[in-house]
């Protein structure tokens, strides 16, 4: 768990179901995540989210939250080679969350984790990920087609690779 200026990352509760249901269930959002189906059954919910402990090799996942305490997405890290996830609900779209977010978890896997290199992708017809990607620092690698549970078909990818020396010199 981690604070940034204006969010705390935090372990995610049985409790944050309907919140992670009505933010994913939106199509804008659906659509642009890997395992996500829309609808998203309760009993799938609370499945995922008692999936979302453990490390760097399985993959861990962190509830963003507002200040206040809102829930507005999630940030996560994990597999062989590592890579990262993150979402944000529609209606904070814009706001730099999604940055704010990522750059706090990158902060603190490098610094005390070990992370030396992070994957990531998107889909093309999702440029503002790209966005949030090569603000911390993100290098493209190349090109491909993605799946999602939430589309019929594959869609064109972007991929991307993060060393911790480009993500210190991207946000030094």
Request: hydrophobic share 40%; net charge neutral.
């Amino acid at each position: 768990m981690f604070e940034t200026p204006r969010l705390m990352c935090r372990s995610f509760q049985a409790q944050d179901w309907q919140t992670l249901k009505t933010i994913c269930e939106e199509p804008d959002v659906a659509r642009m995540l890997a395992v996500i189906t829309v609808p998203w059954p309760k009993e799938k919910i609370l499945a995922w989210i008692a999936n979302t402990q453990g490390d760097l090799k399985h993959g861990f996942r962190l509830a963003v939250c507002l200040q206040g305490g809102a829930l507005i997405g999630m940030v996560g890290l994990g597999g062989v080679p590592v890579s990262c996830g993150y979402f944000i609900a529609k209606e904070h779209w814009g706001n730099g969350y999604a940055t704010e977010a990522m750059h706090g978890l990158l902060q603190h896997c490098f610094d005390h984790l070990g992370l030396e290199t992070v994957e990531a992708d998107h889909f093309t017809d999702n440029p503002a990920s790209g966005n949030v990607l090569r603000k911390l620092g993100f290098v493209e690698t190349g090109r491909s087609l993605g799946r999602s549970a939430a589309r019929l078909e594959p869609a064109p990818n972007i991929t991307y690779r993060l060393t911790e020396s480009q993500f210190k010199a991207a946000n030094s």
